[in-house]
């Protein structure tokens, strides 16, 4: 059995360093708790953009130019060591960490966000990191297509763990990749909340027979910074739910083990034993007796993208 935690909580808003030393916080707690797989949301670090479901493209160009600036300023560059507190982190607590973040690559400029997640081994290495192949809908003003290159299921003390992140998992050849490579644990690191969405986490169970840890974002408009531009236009009652969270647990036969953490900031525990998943499959295996490989044949192209070839002498 392995002990896993989900930590529904909110990130402090376009601050990197403030966020991340939160999650290396909440790491040790839920190791304390004798988690050994500890997952955060989509988009964790400095926090999901939000605000783009609330803005007009041209009408608010100027307050979207202000976010943009300080949510591209408190990303993630992994070349730059940004995650090297949060690697430690695994790496003194012997834990796998998953965590969603706004990366940027500053060696290629930096001018371009992706929506990522990473797997850190507890060794600290970083095992993985996957971008979001398509931004949802408005996510599109903020955030590039990512490629396949992380499309990629990874061995861990917990078992073998797959990421995708909040629309990804409506798109089926991006699941049947995961399946094709074995997942055991499936992470869906998401802004999504509902009903539609926690009937999404138990089909892909059912689907995959495998574990589903459907990591949610919970947060308030009280948790929105005093400094955030146009706070009091796009955020005036202190009150809202901005966000519901809905982190959520289910097993290879779709039932609801953990969850949903509904209107809550905290830590969703559970227990999983990823030795359910190979007999779960005995009756539906879609990657295996399942597959029909002599009719149907998927290709992951995930050599990954790069602007230039440079060619010297």
Known sequence: M????IVQRPPVLLDRSA???KAVQWVAEAAAEGATLIVFPESFVPGYPSWVWRLAPGRDGAVSGQLHARLLANAVDLAAGDLAG???AARAHRVTV?????ECDRSLGGGTLYNSVVVIGPDGSVLNRHRKLMPTNPER?????GDASGLRVVDTPAGRVGCLICWENYMPLARYALYAQGVEIYVAPTYDSGDAWLATMRHVALEGRCWVLGSGTALRAADVPPDFPARATLFPDAEEWINDGDSVVVDPTGKVVAGPLRREAGVLYAEIDVARVAPARRTLDVTGHYARTDIFDL???RAPATPARFVDG
């Open 19 to 21: 966020t991340l030393a």
């Open 299 to 301: 290709q992951v192209r």
């Open 86 to 88: 949060l690697c430690e």
């Open 141 to 145: 003003m903020v955030h590039g297509l």
């Open 2 to 5: 392995t002990k896993i935690a």
């Open 98 to 102: 998953v965590c969603g973040l706004n």
